[in-house]
């Protein structure tokens, strides 16, 4: 039971909760409590003086000092808490978007990032109505049932122990509908996560439902999750609609109890009216605190699951920035020595995709890497950005293992170009600095456009610089895309430049562009492209030809033309293509 609740008190101790605000939300509680409870007292005086003919004024003042007094503390008692609450809450946010921006690549992998975040947003709400709304229930239902006995048995012992039969009946009834209501709900919020991750997934890739027609096909996904969502609500509804008569049914119950043998009481002269009319208004004091404690335990228990759930996310992996034995990141050759790797499978077949190779990237020159589409040319510049580590062999730059450089140094010295040159959302110049320490005037940003061939059409943007880019960049073209990404790294200025040629086309005009800016970009660096058509790789200094993850040949474009059949044949099968008319270019050596 304590192991259970340990995720959730470290979770709320990591928060740094304010202790003075906690005891000042705690006095404000008991004294708004206090009020609530001398409320039917005083009523009780009103009207037994009123019955023996008496002035009343003095005690209806009293009494509505009472009920001022009640509201007041309650709501200042609710609003620290909530502040208690919210600043909990958005610590443990920030602490978790920390930790997704820190796990290693692998973990992406394994759990797909929109499930993820939406389970993980949602496990926050949970803690976040536990720590804010349910945290006032729990201190004013406790002490407000405490404070409600002690008045009730002082009021008349007898009496209390009717009432306290009745509410233990009425509880027998509600608390296993409770549960039954709570496990469905669980089951609802499961079901919730799904439908979102399936939502992100399909609108993130509309283009591709529209494209291919499918729009039937997702609307029946969604609405199989809908359905369930439906089935789940509706049965939740039907056990909330029988709860509500069993609670109404049970106060009437008490009351009607109360009544019948407090009447006879009054009766017999042993009992006074206004000490009746305190128990029956003591009555709506106890039913609120009841229920709140009940919505308290419900949402403790799922702030429970939700605790255990960021307590394993919260223990995951998370990159190594520093090195156990740090070494400086010394210019020089980029060489793979032996080096194996095999991604983490999910069905624990690890098939190795880059097998025992030995690459050799020169500084000042560019180095293609060529091979059919799977033969691990993707995986290679994974491994050199070290989102993942080889299992077996090195990587070194200089002749020092690569892992021992520590890793945001060594990311700084890489340029990374990948395939569709994602945007992200903000300014163009937000974009062109994105990543960059430092600050860089107008004229920099303007030189490095200029130098991307990117400046003529910023400045056609309807404002430049700032004009803001929609989402995944959807205002703009492939290939202006493609030269924001290249003046970013004209100001990033990396030694290595990583380069993932766009698997499509562009046009003929804006290949020529791009590829004339990315001459000038990777003058003086070392480069390593990534060719998926051939006519780009031919002034290549260095061409590794990949097969299934081994180096099938390697050289320049004219030795591998003369040595290696495949490549020859690719070549030849490219040439014919480009002397084809321009719809029909030009083939992608992947195909
Ligand atoms: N994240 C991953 N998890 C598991 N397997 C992967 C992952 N990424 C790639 N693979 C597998 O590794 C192999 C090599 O993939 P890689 O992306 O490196 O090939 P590639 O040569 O770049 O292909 P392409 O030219 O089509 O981009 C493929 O069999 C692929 O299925």
Redesign the pocket.
């Known amino acids: 039971m304590a192991s259970g609740f340990s995720p959730l008190l470290r979770l709320i101790r990591a928060g740094r909760p304010s202790v003075p605000a906690l005891i000042a939300a705690t006095l404000a509680a008991a004294a708004g409590v206090a009020c609530s409870l001398v409320f039917p007292l005083l009523t009780r005086n009103v009207v037994d003086t009123a019955g023996s003919g008496g002035l009343i004024s003095e005690t209806m003042s009293f009494l509505i000092a009472a009920l001022l007094g009640a509201t007041l503390f309650n709501a200042l008692s609710s609003l620290l808490l909530a502040r208690i609450g919210h600043n909990i809450v958005a610590n443990l946010r920030q602490r978790l978007s920390d930790k997704m921006l820190r796990l290693t690549i692998p973990a992406f992998?394994r759990e797909g990032s929109g499930e993820r975040v939406s389970r993980i947003m949602r496990d926050c709400e949970s803690i976040s109505s536990l720590t804010t709304t349910q945290a006032v229930n729990l201190i004013t239902g406790t002490m407000m049932l405490i404070g409600v006995a002690a008045v009730l048995y002082s009021l008349d012992s007898a009496l209390t122990m009717t009432l306290l039969g009745a509410l233990l009946a009425a509880f027998a009834v509600l608390v296993p509908l409770s549960m039954l209501l709570d496990g469905l709900s669980r089951r609802t919020q499961d079901e919730a996560a799904r439908l979102s991750g399936l939502l992100t997934q399909v609108f993130s890739e509309i283009r591709l439902v529209k494209a291919f027609t499918a729009e039937q096909r997702e609307s029946r996904r969604i609405g199989k999750a809908l359905e369930n969502l439906r089935r789940l609500g509706m049965r939740s509804s039907t056990i909330n609609t029988t709860l509500e008569p069993v609670i109404q049914l049970a106060m009437t119950a008490a009351i009607v109890t109360i009544l019948i043998y407090g009447a006879s009481r009054v009766s017999v002269g042993t009992m006074s009216v206004g000490t009746l009319t305190a128990f029956i208004l003591s009555i709506l004091n106890v039913i609120s605190p009841l229920m709140q404690l009940t919505m308290f335990m419900a949402e403790l228990q799922r702030a429970k699951g939700a605790s255990a759930r960021i307590a394993v996310l919260l223990d995951e992996t998370e990159e190594e920035y520093d090195a156990a034995d740090p070494a400086p990141a010394r210019a020089g050759e980029l060489r793979f020595e032996n080096v194996s790797f095999a991604?983490q499978?999910h069905d624990a077949r690890q098939?190795p995709?880059l097998k025992d190779l030995s690459l050799n990237f020169a500084p000042g020159a560019t180095t293609a890497l060529v091979?059919?589409?799977?033969?691990?040319?993707?995986?290679?510049l994974s491994l050199i950005e070290r989102f993942y580590l080889p299992v077996s062999g090195r990587i070194t730059l200089n002749g020092t293992d690569i892992a021992r450089i520590p890793l945001q140094d060594w990311r700084r010295m890489i340029g990374y170009v990948p395939q569709n040159a994602p945007v992200m959302p903000g300014s163009v110049r937000d974009n062109i600095t994105y990543g960059l320490a430092g600050r860089f005037t107008d004229d920099q940003i303007r030189d490095a456009a200029d130098r991307a061939d990117a400046l003529s059409f910023i400045e056609a943007l309807p404002r430049g610089l700032d004009t803001n880019l929609i989402e995944q960049g959807n205002n703009l073209s492939g290939g202006q895309r493609q030269r924001i990404a290249i003046a970013r790294m004209f100001l990033r200025d990396p030694r290595i430049l990583i380069l993932d040629e766009a698997?499509s086309a562009l046009d003929g005009e804006t290949e020529r562009q791009v590829k004339a800016s990315l001459d000038r970009l990777r003058a003086g660096r070392t480069n390593i492209v990534?060719a998926?058509r051939l006519s780009t790789v031919f002034d290549a200094d260095l061409i590794y030809f990949?097969e299934s993850?081994r180096v099938s040949g390697s050289g320049t474009h004219s030795d591998l033309v003369a040595t290696h059949e495949f490549y020859a044949r690719l070549v030849e099968r490219q040439s014919h293509a480009a002397s084809l008319p321009a719809a029909a270019l030009p083939t992608p050596l992947?195909a």
């Open positions: 992998d991604y499978a098939q995709v091979g059919p589409s799977g033969s691990g040319k993707s995986t290679i698997t990534v998926h990949l993850g992947s």
